[in-house]
Structure formats: C-alpha cells, structure tokens
C-alpha cells in the first residue's frame, strides 16, 4: 500500500555539492542540495535570497559545482553552518581558477565544474542560477579506460533532504535489465 504525502516534492536523492563563487574579492563556498541538470551543457542551482553566496553570483555571473566525497563533509559542513555575512569561508577549501573568472574550483573535489550564469529565474524565496557549462575537472583516478568517470569508486556523497546523507556506490548495469 502506498501513502499519499500530498504536494511535496521528493526527488530525491541528488548529489550534495559545494558551490564555489567569488564574493567582494574572496573565494567563497556555500554547501548546496538543490542541483540539477537542465540539458547536456546547461545546469541550475537554487540558492535562498537571503544566502551571501548570491552576492557573487550576480556580481561575477559564475559559480564552480564541485562533487563531494566522504572525507571532504566536515570542511562541507562547516560552510553550511557558517554565515557568509559574517564569516570568511575562503579559507576552507585550496581552489584554483580555470576557464571561468570568479568560479574557484575546490583542488581535492572528485569532480569541479565552472560555470557562466546565463540566465536567473526568481521565484519568491529561492533564486534558480541557470548556468553553461565552460570547464569539467575531474580528478584521474576516477576515470575509466574509455574516458568515463567511475561515479562506483568515486563514490560521491547523495543529499536526500533529510538529517543524513548517503554515498553512492552500487552499480546496476543497463544490460542486465534488457
């Protein structure tokens, strides 16, 4: 038997990712759950209105999503608990710049990608940062012979909007199911 949960939304899970933005001259990294893919160039992410992180998102129209693994929660956990107005968080992670000005890429993510904003669609408490995708680094360890990235062995961390959160890790091959 089923429940109906009524109007909520409940896609999940999602990758957890940390954004990544210049903000007043500095790098800053806000913790984010809301991501999404909108086609194979163009991805989206939905930040709180009152989120410092939007500062240098619509100042430098870029931001970095930079995939998790296990061992890089606690300094992604502390950016969620820290407050950009107040708190400097530019010191939590060592970043690098690429094809993008004003995306810091975080140098230990299994997977960091630099963003050109292209478009923001506001609603009325979350503004959605609709990006182009210019610049995808991922760390070669997980790469496959073929090019593709071993999401298996990386093992990146899923938000599923609850107290926790779970890591990705089991595979189930394509053909199996034919």
């Not at 089923?2 to 903000?23: C, D, E, F, Q, S």
């Not at 060592?94 to 963003?115: D, Q, R, Y």
């Not at 071993?150 to 961390?157: C, G, H, I, L, S």
């Amino acid at each position: 038997m089923r429940k109906n949960l009524g109007a909520k939304n409940k896609l999940y899970p999602m990758p957890l990712v940390v954004i990544g933005t210049v903000a007043e001259g500095k790098n800053h990294y806000m913790l984010a759950g809301h991501v999404g893919i909108i086609d194979h160039g163009t991805v989206e992410v939905s930040i709180h209105k009152s989120r410092y992180s939007q500062k240098g998102l619509r100042a430098n129209q870029a931001y970095s999503i930079n995939l998790l693994t296990e061992d890089m929660l606690p300094a992604a956990n502390k950016s969620a608990f820290m407050n950009g107005w107040k708190e400097d968080k530019s010191n939590l992670f060592e970043a690098e710049f690429g094809a993008v000005a004003g995306a810091p890429l975080i140098k230990n993510a299994p997977v960091s990608m630099a963003c050109q904003v292209i478009d923001i669609y506001e609603r009325p408490d979350f503004d959605i940062f609709i990006a182009r995708v210019a610049e995808t680094l991922v760390d070669e360890k997980y790469l496959q012979e073929d090019g593709s990235i071993d999401y298996a062995k990386m093992a990146p961390v899923m938000f599923v909007a609850q107290k926790h959160h779970y890591v990705l890790g089991t595979e189930c091959k394509l053909e199996a199911y034919k």
